[in-house]
């Protein structure tokens, strides 16, 4: 018999001599823990608010549910903690999940390298999947991540979820440009600010409901948007949800240049529980994380980015001349996936699903231009759209810029590019077994094509000598940027440090590897 109780938050640790010397932890987090067992039931998981809230805003809110009544805890007085409890359709197995899908909770940051969990997995219970498919788990997954996102939009609005039946002009108005996306961009996005007391004012994202309606919805729709992914093997649901959970570990991580590489903790019962207050927060990530309407659309970005892809480059499809590349002209592959994506969002049958999502037309407007921006950004082929992007960047986070109205706002839509960006090729900056795999499946992606007579050359012949050039002038100088910015905190160093190290790992072994990948496909077509 188990009874169990958790309290999320800072401890001091140290080892106690003696003849029994021992390892221990001390602080105001091990006594609430050691308090709350005295409440505990046998064979159940009791979590703080504290912890509550971290499993929330990692996407796991069905993994909670709040006890009855409050409890009595001595130094304390009275709580409202939850209990860990089984989901009624699934329960994640952590040892299974990604370390990326739980970064609110830094485990990243204690992992031992030699762990093999930080792939991007999602893995369940054989007694509690019911038979569900790993396409399937990777929906539920997503399903979660989004929801936790839209009860912190609910609650930023003050609980307001009405009819949204007098925006449908403006639904039918916006995004329906004629058929090209990318005219949509813009290098500024005025993003929603909040005054500190309205954010100090918000509910508890835990306690807002969104609805079964909504959620019905919004696992229909991303099971559509899962089902419009084609089977390749580098662009598939699967490396939509890998770059997901990379967004939102750099989301987590936002801080503001120039004041250190963490938010600020005003209070000592802040800096016990790890907390930050809301208004310091907003100052600090130039409006990204103290609007979760930003945050939601970046991350639904990610799930969309890549719907459709035909697997090969939008130069492929341009010579082709097919009917997608005769609409657009440029950034082909990525225009088509928004409009897809898009379009299917503003049918009927998502109505609850959107009035979760915004209230308003300017809300509406912005999560739009948000989700154009942020797919476009994932074209790092066209080198004019590139060399945009480096201007912009170079005038955002220049010493001599002046700091006119729109300056965190120029920031922050360049710094959600970048991440994006940085989040679509997030496996050449972690571990190697990562960096090999999606390697692997990218090259089978490109070689097939060229099998398949769609590519002029063949790509194994310098894939080895392509990929180092790919990280001295892309990955590397991608990694150095975010460091440089100061904006990512520690995932900048990170990303930099596994950059650099998988480019190393790669000279040596690369050669060989590109030689494995190559029989590995001729066997796959004897078979």
């Known amino acids: 018999m188990l009874d169990i109780s958790t309290c999320s938050g800072q401890v001091t640790a140290g080892v106690l001599r003696g003849e029994r010397s021992r390892f221990q932890l001390f602080g105001d987090t091990m006594n609430t ?6 409440s505990g039931e046998r064979n159940r998981i009791q979590l703080s608010q504290a912890t ?20 009595y805890v001595k130094g304390k007085g009275d709580m409202q903690t939850y209990w860990l409890q089984k989901s009624k359709h699934r329960k994640a197995k952590l040892s299974d999940m990604s370390r990326d899908m739980l970064t609110v909770a830094e485990a990243a940051e204690t992992e031992d390298e030699s762990e093999s969990n930080e792939e991007i997995e999602v893995g369940f219970d054989g007694d509690t999947d019911q038979g569900m498919t790993k396409l399937e788990r990777l929906v539920e997954w997503n399903v979660e991540v989004l929801a936790s996102l839209l009860q912190q939009i609910i609650a930023s609005r003050g609980d307001v979820v009405n ?8 639904e039918k108005r916006i995004g329906s440009g004629g058929g090209n996306v990318l005219d949509e961009f813009t290098p500024i996005i005025p993003l929603k600010r909040f005054e500190a007391e309205d954010l100090r004012a918000r509910r508890r994202p835990s306690s807002i409901e969104i609805g079964d309606e909504a959620k019905s919805q919004l696992r229909s729709y991303l099971s559509l948007i899962a089902g419009l992914y084609k089977d390749n093997p580098f662009h598939n649901f699967q490396h939509a949800s890998h770059v997901t959970a990379s967004v939102k570990k750099l989301l987590t991580r936002i801080v503001r240049f120039g004041e250190g ?31 979760p309407l930003t945050q939601f659309a970046v991350v639904f970005s990610a799930i969309i980015h890549d719907v459709d892809h035909p697997g090969v480059p939008n130069a492929q499809l341009v010579k082709e001349n097919t009917r997608n590349a005769q609409i657009y002209k440029k950034s082909v592959a990525e225009q088509n996936s928004v409009e897809l994506a898009w379009d299917m969002l503003m049918s009927d049958e998502y109505s609850a699903l959107r009035a979760c999502i915004y209230q308003t037309e300017a809300d509406l407007q912005r999560f739009r231009q948000l989700v154009v921006n942020t797919v476009m950004a994932t074209d790092i082929v066209d080198k004019e759209l590139q060399a945009l992007r480096k201007k912009r960047w170079e005038i955002a986070f220049s010493n001599n810029q002046d700091q006119d109205e729109g300056h965190d706002d120029r920031k922050a839509t360049i710094v959600i590019e970048h991440l994006i960006q940085a989040s679509d090729v997030s496996h050449t900056m972690q571990h190697w077994h990562i960096y090999k795999e999606w390697n692997e499946r990218f090259f089978m992606e490109c070689y ?25 002038f892309y990955v590397i100088p991608l990694a150095k940027k975010l460091a440089s910015c100061g904006v990512f905190g520690v995932s900048s160093d990170e990303y930099l440090n596994y950059a650099n190290a998988n480019r190393e790992e790669w000279v040596r072994e690369g050669g060989a590897l590109v030689e494995q990948y190559i029989a590995k496909f001729n066997k796959s077509r004897q078979l």
């Open 261 to 291: 590489n963490g938010l600020a903790v005003n209070s000592e019962s802040q800096r016990r529980v790890g907390k930050v207050n809301l208004d310091d927060l907003a100052g600090h990530s130039y409006g990204i994380t103290s609007d």
């Open 163 to 170: 009819d949204i039946a007098p925006l449908s002009n403006a």
């Open 33 to 38: 823990a050691s308090r709350m067992e005295h």
């Open 52 to 71: 509550a809230d971290m499993l929330t805003e990692a996407g796991l809110a069905s993994w909670i549910t709040p006890r009855s009544s409050r409890i």
């Open 448 to 472: 097939g094509a060229y099998k398949a007579g769609r590519a002029d050359s063949d790509p194994s012949v310098n894939w080895y000598k392509g990929e180092i050039g790919f990280f001295d």
